[in-house]
């Protein structure tokens, strides 16, 4: 049996493992012909990489979960530890996508595993929770859309800040934000800015090591199955665990890491969940081929003349999160429009959207933060990233999803993937 997103045979970690006899089986919820779960069917979930991060998603309501799965056997050891009975531990994703009884799989993987764990989920009739970066690369983005929308799955991608919670620095959530800038308060077009002074906190000196020095593989660690599609390195215990973003091959540094949370709101803020910028430019030292380093300034800009400009050195102090040519808003709320909290209350709330995981999974209905949305909002980071490393000014077709007469550039929307990992 081979996997679509891999074509290649899973291996079997586990003794006695049982084996499905297809990936194509549909999810019980649609075996009753409807297509939706009754409200007494229990949804119910699976974790697949549970370090850190997946071991804090164990127990999130709405699905039940029912299974747990890391090539680190401690952190799988420790998962199930935490999650009681009933819950059954694996080492290989593709055992857990065989199981009829798993209606949605949690992706914590680091980032250069999450398009293909979330391509084979998707065809294996499984809806999908996946941690921010969405992909490491923009042509893994683009591949997982289609995945997701052609076997019909729901998909939601885990930052939230567009739709809950109080956004950074600003004592409110976006929703006000949101109301300003549609009725077009500020004017348009609009420069947002993203720094330190309004709100938001890059892990900015989050960086890769040099020349590590080779180090003997933990026996509780398949190094092989971790580094998955990535490049081959030896091991040193910088590379995995909490300390992986720091290198081209797995993330993105700070900005690939912390990237989505704060510009997903910004792209839904700007109107662009169906496009991208068309001009980027960085600024910062020459880049390791390995390790990830620090930038100090990069601005994006639209067609329509919006530009997000993200300073990472946090140089401009009085740098207003949101300027047009009609106003300005800050962080905290103030802005030199008078009365601007109460004009936000008197406007029309935003379109609603399905802010609830297991309702969109219930009902079919698409999630707010969705497969199509979050491949737009992932690009924007994955643009700036490729800007960091090649150090010169990029032309981008939002449209054709490449750069326009830069076939260096173009080499990083579809990266190769190590033998015999393949989308």
Request: proline share 8%; net charge neutral; with cysteine.
């Amino acid at each position: 049996m081979k996997n679509k997103a891999t074509g290649i045979k899973r291996r079997d970690f586990l003794k006695g493992a049982a084996a499905a006899a297809s990936l194509t089986i549909l999810p019980r919820r649609l075996l009753g012909g409807s297509g939706q779960t009754p409200p007494s069917d229990e949804l119910t979930k699976a974790v697949i990489g549970v370090g850190g991060m997946g071991r804090g998603h164990l127990s999130y309501p709405g699905a039940r979960l029912l299974a747990v799965c890391d090539v680190d056997t401690n952190h799988l050891q420790q998962a199930l530890d935490m999650s009681g009975p009933g819950v059954a531990g694996y080492r290989d994703f593709r055992e857990v996508l065989e199981r009829r009884d798993i209606d949605i799989v949690h992706i914590p993987t680091p980032p250069h595993w999450h398009a293909l764990i979330a391509i084979a989920a998707a065809e294996a009739g499984k809806d999908i929770w996946c941690e921010k970066p969405m992909t490491r690369t923009i042509g893994e983005g683009r591949r997982v859309v289609e995945a997701v929308q052609r076997n019909g799955r729901i998909f939601r991608i885990n930052t939230w800040f567009r739709f809950t919670d109080r956004f950074y620095g600003f004592g409110s959530t976006v929703k006000p934000i949101k109301k300003l800038v549609e009725n077009r308060i500020f004017g348009w077009p609009l420069k947002i800015t993203v720094s330190e002074t309004t709100g938001f906190n890059w892990k900015f000196y989050w960086s890769g090591k040099t020349h590590l020095p080779p180090q003997p593989i933990p026996d509780e660690l398949d190094y092989d199955f971790w580094l998955g599609p990535a490049p081959y390195k030896p091991y040193h215990p910088h590379r995995i665990h909490g300390t992986f973003r720091g290198y081209w091959d797995y993330d993105g540094g700070g900005l690939g890491d912390m990237g989505m949370h704060y510009l997903d709101p910004v792209q839904y803020l700007l109107e662009k969940d169906d496009t991208g910028p068309i001009e980027i430019e960085a600024d910062g030292e020459q880049q390791h081929p390995d390790a990830c380093g620090s930038w100090r300034r990069i601005s994006l800009k639209y067609a329509d003349g919006c530009e997000i400009v993200l300073d990472g050195e946090n140089r401009d102090t009085e740098a207003p999160f949101i300027e047009g040519p009609k106003g300005k808003l800050y962080r905290g709320f103030r802005s030199d429009i008078p009365n601007i909290q109460a004009v936000a209350a008197a406007l029309p709330d935003p379109e609603p959207q399905v802010t609830d995981f297991s309702q969109a999974v219930r009902t079919r209905q698409t999630f707010a933060l969705n497969e199509a949305n979050a491949h737009r909002s992932c690009t924007i980071v994955n643009l700036a990233k490729i800007a960091v490393r090649l150090g010169r000014p990029l032309r981008f077709d939002p449209v054709e999803e490449r750069f326009i007469g830069d076939p260096d550039a173009n080499r990083y929307i579809h990266q190769p993937m190590r033998a015999p990992w393949r989308l």
